[in-house]
């Protein structure tokens, strides 16, 4: 998943190499550290984004390589620069990874250098690409060119990476509608860029068709051919009934086969994904252009934005948010293109403890813009133990072999590790109990406890615990033990594992009121017995729990308690009570007793189960990010339960979690220049 190589804390990542590759997906620290990179960056409509390599000063392809004491060694720079889309100024921004000499990072100047470079393309521009092809170790490594169109204009933008303008003067004719792009680079013997293979599909109503062209290597001799270009275009082969949302080249790969027969062997092929089949969906496949022969892609539903990874062995999407009629369903999935079936297809790819990958997403906007770049090392904070056991915060850069980006249209910018399937978190620290007290009850007036006194007011006390969390770490999770003394003493133990959480409160109350089974409706009173209607909610219920009858309305502010009566039987859709304590009972709530009077609840997470003085409680969820080493899910957070401590219908014993969760992302305000923000 990620290689570490720890640093000091509060160090730099040194000269040279080192710092060339420190932090090449910047723009969070950019935002965060540069106060330069936030004033005037001016992006208004980021939708999407590519990531375009240096060459080296001899014009070779960028790669990066180790050494043999493991030290990164640097061919150029990949990924140096960030090409954005600023859609409603019509140009496209340039964000500078790294500056040589510098540690700063910034969007590339123009010609006055208080202004950040602007590039005019074509009106509206809200699609990117980059001619791609593969260095002599298989790395990814892009062309000297990028290109910007959008959906339904008849054009296309060529872009010069070292001129940093529009070639040609003009946009491209296209004898159609443009719905994708992609591009392609070839590789000289002598490892620098051969030509750039532009590929595009467009729409006239009835046909879609892929048109190739291709460009010189030299930008710099390149305009005169892009003006000639539209002449030079070629129908690649032409698909009926069905527009196309996404069009990708994939490099050839040795060993990728489909039924054990070779696939997109030796030449590179094409990943198509149509807007619409016979049955109004999308579909998605890989296209041999040298034999028609295609192979459908596993990806869970309809795509609408493909990015090649890194090493040819992955491809990833943006799901088609409209299959569902919302951003909920939307967000960045993978397949892997080794090995294919016939009935089937390539496979979705698994994340890094075996899941199905994706989909991620961390904000409720549309996902716009996908990119993968190489190799990438992010500076990132991590816990740490030392041979004694003891632990600190330290600076460890992490490199990704395959480290990817998406835009989405609420202006965020997010950056994720596709081999792990997770997006990224900057704070790595282990999640950790902080504090923790005890909501002690009074004495009623009948020798019980209660928590308030006859007239409503307070009774009882708060009791803070004493929270041990020892420095010592195991792997990605961390045991804390909080004890409460006087007189209602208890020890308790939680283990909670890091990445499932967001930070929060967690409550463990006796004989609460269970969420999702109060204030509910009676659907008969009938024969000396209550049913009452559970919508979906019983399964939180067991026999034995008490069930509070209660008469009057919200309306008017007159509930009072009328009567008490248990769980006699659990239904599909609803419990039935052993009795009708009072028969002009409007409202019901069920209370946990009996076998499990005890309930966790978090005030993110909600109602997470029950338990029983002395026993183990265990709690699993899905991983919200996968932590750096994690190699296997685990449960995601485990209470020992005190013997007691807990007496009275409400008291409770709280403790809170800090998580660390922080995505690695930027904010770009949407709507005006000026305004980027960390998130």
Not at 254 to 260: E, I, M, N, P, Q
Request: hydrophobic share 40%; charged share 15%.
């Amino acid at each position: 998943m990620t290689r570490a190589q720890k640093s000091p804390r509060g160090a730099g990542q040194g000269e040279g190499a080192r710092t060339v590759f420190s932090l090449v997906l910047a723009f969070t620290f950019a935002a965060c550290t540069q106060t330069t990179a936030s004033t005037s960056a001016g992006l208004i409509g980021t939708h999407d984004l590519v990531f375009v390599d240096q060459l080296a000063d001899d014009g070779t392809l960028a790669k990066v390589t180790s050494d043999t004491d493991g030290n990164l060694v640097a061919n150029g720079v990949p990924s140096r620069f960030l090409f954005v889309t600023s859609a409603d100024t019509n140009e496209l921004r340039v964000l500078e990874m790294f500056r040589p000499n510098t540690t700063g990072r910034d969007f590339m100047r123009g010609p006055n250098p208080l202004e950040t470079l602007s590039i005019p393309v074509l009106d509206r521009p809200t699609m990117l690409a980059t001619g791609e092809g593969r260095n002599d170790i298989g790395q990814r490594a892009t062309s000297q060119y990028v290109f910007a169109a959008r959906p339904g204009g008849a054009e296309v933008s060529v872009v010069s990476v070292a001129l940093r303008r529009q070639l040609g003067g003009r946009p491209l004719s296209l004898p159609a509608p443009v719905t994708a792009i992609s591009a392609s680079m070839a590789v000289t013997a002598d490892q620098k860029p051969g030509s750039t293979t532009l590929y595009v599909s467009t729409w006239d109503g009835e046909t879609s068709s892929i048109f190739v062209t291709d460009l010189d290597p030299d930008t710099s001799v390149a305009d005169a051919a892009v003006r000639d270009a539209t002449q030079k275009f070629r129908r690649l082969t032409t698909i009926d009934a069905h527009p196309m949302a996404a069009l990708m080249v994939i490099a050839p790969l040795a060993t990728r086969t489909v039924d054990g027969s070779p696939f997109c062997d030796t030449q590179p092929c094409l990943a198509l994904a149509s807007r619409v089949n016979t049955a109004g969906k999308g579909d998605s496949w890989l296209f041999e252009p040298g034999t028609g022969r295609t192979a459908k892609l596993g990806f869970p539903g309809p795509v609408r934005k493909f990015a090649a990874g890194t090493i040819t062995r992955r491809l990833y999407a943006i799901l088609d948010e409209a299959e569902c009629g919302g951003p909920q369903c939307g967000g960045v999935v993978a397949v892997d293109l080794i090995t294919g079936a016939s009935l089937t297809g390539f496979p979705q790819a698994r994340d890094v403890i075996g899941r199905a990958f994706g989909p991620l997403r961390v904000t409720e906007g549309l996902l716009t813009g996908l990119s993968i770049a190489q190799g990438a090392v992010v500076a990132q904070l991590v816990d740490t133990v030392d041979d004694a056991g003891a632990s600190d915060i330290a600076g460890v850069s992490q490199q990704y072999d395959e480290l990817g980006a998406f835009a989405s249209s609420d202006g965020l910018i997010t950056w994720f590790s596709g081999n792990a399937g997770s997006v990224l978190d900057y704070d790595m620290r282990r999640a950790i109990v902080k504090f923790a007290n005890l909501r002690a009850p009074g004495l009623a007036p009948d020798g019980g406890f209660t928590l308030t006194t006859p007239d409503g007011g307070f009774a009882g006390a708060f009791i803070e615990a004493t929270v041990d969390a020892p420095s010592a770490l195991s792997q990605t999770f961390r045991r804390t033990s909080i004890s409460v003394t006087g007189a209602l003493p208890s020890e308790w133990s939680v283990d909670v594992s890091d990445g499932y959480f967001l930070s929060q409160e967690f409550l463990i109350i006796n004989e609460g009121q269970i969420p999702g089974l109060v204030y509910l409706d009676a659907t008969s009173v009938a024969g000396g017995s209550t049913t009452l209607n559970t919508q979906g909610y019983e399964s939180r219920a067991l026999v034995g729990d008490t069930v509070v009858f209660f008469t009057g309305s919200f309306s008017t502010s007159d509930v009072y308690e009328c009567g008490r009566a248990k769980v006699a039987a659990i239904n599909t859709g609803s419990i039935n009570v052993d009795a009708v304590p009072c028969t002009n009972a409007t409202l019901f709530v069920v209370r946990a007793s009996g076998l499990k009077p005890w309930m966790v609840v978090g005030s993110v997470d909600g109602y997470m189960g029950r338990s029983a003085p002395g026993e183990q409680f265990t709690y699993s969820k899905p991983l919200i990010l996968i932590p750096a080493d994690v190699i296997a899910e685990r449960t995601a957070m485990t209470i020992n339960m005190a013997t007691g401590g807990l007496q009275g219908e409400g008291s409770y014993l709280a403790f809170a979690l800090t998580a660390y969760i922080t995505p690695l992302r930027v904010s770009i305000d949407s709507t005006a220049p000026g305004l980027t923000k960390c998130s």
